[in-house]
C-alpha cells in the first residue's frame, strides 16, 4: 500500500470504526438466519480496514454455511481471513471458537471481528497473523487449539498448487474424523493463473467423499469443494496423480 493510501487510511480510521460498530449493532439487533448472515457477510460495506466483505458467491457460501451448520461445529479454522466475511458466517455457527488466520497484521480490525458472534453466544473469534506455511505458525495454531480438534477447516489463503497443497497437508490433522475440510476457488477455470486450487482437488476427490458447489458449470473462477473427513483422517495426497 502506498504511503499516501496509508496515511489516508489512517486519518479516517476513527470514522470507518464508528460505522462499522454500529453495522455490527445492527447485524445485532435480530436473532438472524443463515440466509441472512451470509447476506450481512455479503454487504456489511464499510471502508479502509474496517470494510467486512466476502468475495463468494451467495449460492456456493450459501451451500457451505449449510453443510457446516449441519454438523454443529464447536470449533473452526479458517486460513485466509481477509476482509472478515466468511469469518462473520463461521462465527455465527461455531458454539466455542474460530480461528481465523491471515498473513496481514489484524490488530485494527481485532476489535471489530472479535465481536462478530451473535448476542448470547459463547464463541469467542482469534484471529493470527502469520504466515500459514510457517512450521512456529503451525504451532501457534495447535497451542490455540490445546489438543482439541477442529469442526470445520476453510482454507481460503495461498491459491498456488504448492501453497494450496501444503496448507491442507499441514492443517488436515487438526480436523476430527466426521469433520469437513473447505477449499474455495476450485475450478480449473480461474481469472488468475495463481488460482491453482484444482491441481490439488483432483487428486484430493480419488482420497475421500467430496461436494462440490458451483454456481454455474461455465463460471470463470469460485467453486467451492467440501471434503468430508472419513473415519480414519483426511487423507494425505502425497504420491496422488492427477
Ligand atoms: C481470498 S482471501 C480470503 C477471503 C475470505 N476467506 C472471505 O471469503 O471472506 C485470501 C487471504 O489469504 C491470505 N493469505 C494468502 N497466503 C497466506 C498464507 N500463506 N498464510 C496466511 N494467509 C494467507 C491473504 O492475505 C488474503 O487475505
Redesign the pocket.
Known amino acids: 500500500m502506498s504511503v499516501f493510501k496509508n496515511l489516508s487510511r489512517r486519518v479516517r480510521q476513527p470514522f470507518h470504526a464508528r460505522y462499522a460498530f454500529r453495522r455490527l449493532q445492527e447485524y445485532h439487533a435480530a436473532p438472524r438466519s443463515l440466509a441472512e448472515v451470509v447476506d450481512w457477510a455479503m454487504h456489511f460495506g464499510g471502508g479502509g480496514w474496517m470494510r467486512v466483505?466476502?468475495?463468494?458467491l451467495p449460492s456456493e457460501i450459501t451451500r457451505l454455511a449449510e453443510a457446516v451448520a449441519a454438523i454443529k461445529p464447536r470449533i473452526i479454522l479458517?486460513?485466509?481471513?481477509?476482509?472478515?466475511?466468511?469469518?462473520l458466517i463461521w462465527a455465527a455457527l461455531a458454539s466455542e471458537r474460530v480461528i481465523s488466520?491471515?498473513?496481514?497484521d489484524m490488530s485494527r480490525q481485532r476489535p471489530l471481528f472479535s465481536r462478530f458472534p451473535p448476542p448470547g453466544s459463547s464463541c469467542r473469534v482469534i484471529l493470527l497473523s502469520?504466515?500459514?506455511?510457517d512450521p512456529s505458525f503451525r504451532e501457534r495454531v495447535a497451542g490455540e487449539l490445546a489438543g482439541y480438534q477442529v469442526d470445520f477447516l476453510?482454507i481460503?489463503?495461498?491459491h498456488t498448487e504448492a501453497?494450496v497443497t501444503a496448507d491442507y497437508e499441514d492443517y488436515r490433522g487438526f480436523v476430527r474424523p466426521g469433520g469437513l475440510i473447505a477449499f474455495?476457488d476450485i475450478l480449473e477455470n480461474q481469472p488468475l493463473p495463481t488460482n491453482q486450487v484444482y491441481h490439488l482437488w483432483k487428486r484430493l476427490k480419488q482420497r475421500a467423499p467430496t461436494e462440490e458447489f458451483v454456481t454455474e458449470g461455465n463460471q470463470s473462477g469460485f467453486g467451492i469443494g467440501l471434503l468430508h473427513v472419513p473415519e480414519q483422517g483426511a487423507p494425505t495426497v502425497a504420491g496422488v496423480p492427477e
Not at 53 to 56: G, N, P, S
Open positions: 466483505k466476502t468475495l463468494q479458517e486460513i485466509g481471513t481477509a476482509s472478515g466475511g466468511t469469518a488466520c491471515d498473513l496481514i502469520g504466515n500459514s506455511h476453510f481460503d489463503g495461498d501453497g474455495h
